[in-house]
């Protein structure tokens, strides 16, 4: 990648962890996600974030109690490890030749 992308990066970037942002008011997801560009430029950002918000979603309907984190934990190890096949995703990754290397 160019000066020229980077720019723009670090620009994104500033503009949505500057001082001129509050800290609660941060996106962290969109802020991960413009870092993650410095490595693979053409990252589709929004797409991310809306399957993101997809987890996120089904993560909070197995959620009745907020205030209860062992509750919180098990509705995100399940949406992420089980409901989604991120698991098996995982599984086959670290069995490949790829990541034994």
Known sequence: MGNQGQTAISEAFAALVGPQVGDEDIDLI???????????????????VARIGGLARRAAGRISDVGDA??????LN??????????GQLRRLLRSPQFLS
């Open 70 to 75: 062992a509750e919180t934990i098990a509705a």
């Open 30 to 48: 969109r802020a991960a996600l413009t870092i993650a560009r410095t490595e693979y430029p053409d990252l589709d950002i929004e797409s991310y």
């Open 78 to 87: 399940h949406t992420l490890f089980r409901g989604s096949g991120t698991l």
